[in-house]
T-cell receptor, first 112, second 117 residues
């Protein structure tokens, strides 16, 4: 069963604006990962944050993790039209044996 | 990261038939996974496929409906058997690899888009 919940389900912004997506989960995790999916294609791995980390950066991406609240956020700064995609969080639970549980996803639309 | 290919990329099938999806990786990997993504939804894990052992299925998925083969460390197949329109989905394989930071993560193939009429 899916343990991740993401909000918002859909987000529409203008180019240059920042986009923030949130993810909540229910169990103890080893790490949390964010993926991007363009138009129903394969998933592209964006960033991984371990359970003992609070914040991580990669280019225009900033991920935070609050294990006390069991939540994470993905911030995309200075968004571009090419960032238009679905974004999924996925948790590697402590008892999962490397299996991932995906959130419901956020559909991001960046308007030029 | 591993380079993963899937065949076919898409197919339209008649109900009652079966389709076998292939997943090929450019390097040897121990763990491979098969996911289903129903229209407009997130990914659901079908099974974990380890070479040399039976696949491990998640709740709600059974071997008779989704038989999996894993003959070597670079290849796996998923068969969707006796298909119905409810099987219309994107099917994705993934492999366990190492991220740039040296941590285990999953890398995904491009997916197989299946439509069952």
């Amino acid at each position: 069963s899916q343990q991740g919940e993401e909000d918002p389900q859909a987000l529409s912004i203008q180019e240059g604006e920042n986009a923030t997506m949130n993810c909540s989960y229910k169990t103890s995790i080893n790490n949390l990962q964010w993926y991007r999916q363009n138009s129903g294609r394969g998933l592209v791995h964006l960033i991984l944050i371990r359970s003992n980390e609070r914040e991580k950066h990669s280019g225009r991406l900033r991920v935070t993790l609050d294990t006390s609240k069991k939540s994470s956020s993905l911030l995309i700064t200075a968004s571009r039209a090419a960032d238009t995609a679905s974004y999924f969080c996925a948790t590697d639970e402590e008892t999962s044996g490397s299996r991932l549980t995906f959130g419901e996803g956020t559909q991001l639309t960046v308007n030029p | 990261s591993a380079v993963i290919s899937q065949k076919p990329s898409r197919d339209i099938c008649q109900r009652g038939t079966s389709l076998t999806i292939q997943c090929q990786v450019d390097s040897q990997v121990t763990m491979m996974f098969w996911y289903r993504q129903q229209p407009g939804q997130s990914l659901t894990l079908i099974a974990t496929a380890n070479q040399g052992s039976e696949a491990t299925y998640e709740s709600g998925f059974v071997i008779d409906k989704f038989p999996i083969s894993r003959p070597n460390l670079t290849f796996s197949t998923l068969t969707v058997s006796n298909m119905s329109p409810e099987d219309s989905s994107i099917y994705l394989c993934s492999v366990l690899g190492l991220s740039s930071g040296g941590f285990e993560t999953q890398y995904f193939g491009p997916g197989t888009r299946l439509l069952v009429l």
